[in-house]
């Protein structure tokens, strides 16, 4: 059921050239990336995958949440349960095998639903359990094979932890100085997280031109540099609305004259809205605002 979303993700973040890479053996994918590292691709497709392990039906239900929490306080460290508890939002819950505590490799994962509509992969929660107490050698090593293949893709969210049911029960993991969501935080696509790598005319020059005199004083003066033709999506990563000027951390969307049909929808989902008039009169308001939110 998550399919179409999964397809929509892979293709705006790129990443068909590399879509495959979950399925290969361990050391193709460590081969792999060491021909092209690109980290924040990594990212963005363990997110994709990860929404491969989503029930739709019943990701929010309060009867899946229950559950998961439960599961997820019987596995994970301390430090990555306070990751989980300072979520906000509407939270999806599910994950790979995750109800079953007989199977010998689970994946836990809780996912902020704006994450994926901001494209954000970082806020993605993942636990991935091993039980190494099977019997069989060859029992033991397909789960293996399967945990570094796992690892291999989801150690790109600063969110992830791992533990083994023995190591867990003994309290093994709680003396290890966890340091989670220490990773960029800022967007996976979009201007703003081109725009460290390309200078500020190839940014003026995707705005819309009444707009780039007031862009070029705000970029000059330090602003925080918004994403450009910012698309807004909904949990089924529909494209809801858009915005000229979008600052995603601060959930505030700058809009045209002819995009003011789509401030309910930003609204609706949190935002705050400003217009952009020609005269440059929304600098002022929009600095005003992000200051306030520190960004």
Not at 27 to 46: C, T, V, Y
Not at 257 to 269: G, N, T
Request: proline content about 5%; aromatic content about 8%; overall charge negative.
């Amino acid at each position: 059921a998550m399919q179409p979303l999964q397809n929509k993700l892979l293709t705006r973040l790129e990443l068909d050239s590399i879509r495959k890479i979950p399925v290969r053996n361990a050391l193709e994918q460590l081969l792999l990336f060491l021909i092209d590292p690109q980290p924040r691709k990594w990212s963005g497709l363990a997110l994709v995958r990860c929404l491969g392990w989503f029930d739709q039906a019943s990701m929010r239900t309060p009867v899946t949440q229950a559950a998961f929490q439960s599961a997820f306080s019987d596995c994970s460290v301390t430090a990555l349960q306070q990751q989980l508890q300072n979520s906000t939002g509407d939270i999806a819950f599910g994950g790979l095998c995750w109800e079953q505590q007989d199977e010998m490799l689970r994946v836990l994962c809780a996912l902020p639903l704006s994450a994926i509509a901001e494209q954000r992969p970082e806020r993605l929660i993942a636990n991935i359990v091993l039980d190494t107490s099977a019997v069989k050698e060859s029992t033991f090593k397909s789960a293996w094979h399967g945990f570094l293949r796992v690892y291999n893709l989801l150690q790109f969210l600063p969110a992830t932890g791992f533990t083994t049911v023995a190591g867990h029960q003994t309290g093994l993991y709680e003396g290890i100085p966890w340091s989670f969501m220490k990773g960029t935080d800022q967007p996976l696509s979009g201007h703003a997280a081109v725009a460290s790598a390309v200078d500020g005319q190839a940014l003026l020059d995707e705005v819309a031109e009444p707009l780039r005199a007031a862009l070029q004083d705000w970029l000059q003066s330090q602003g925080p540099v918004p994403d450009i033709a910012y698309e807004l999506m909904n949990a089924q990563g529909e494209i809801i609305a858009e915005a000229e000027l979008a600052w995603p951390d601060a959930q505030l969307a700058g809009l045209l004259a002819e995009q003011a049909c789509y401030e309910k929808q930003f609204r609706h989902q949190g935002w705050r809205t400003l217009m952009l008039d020609d005269a440059g009169d929304w600098l002022s308001v929009a600095r005003r605002i992000l200051q306030k939110e520190n960004v």
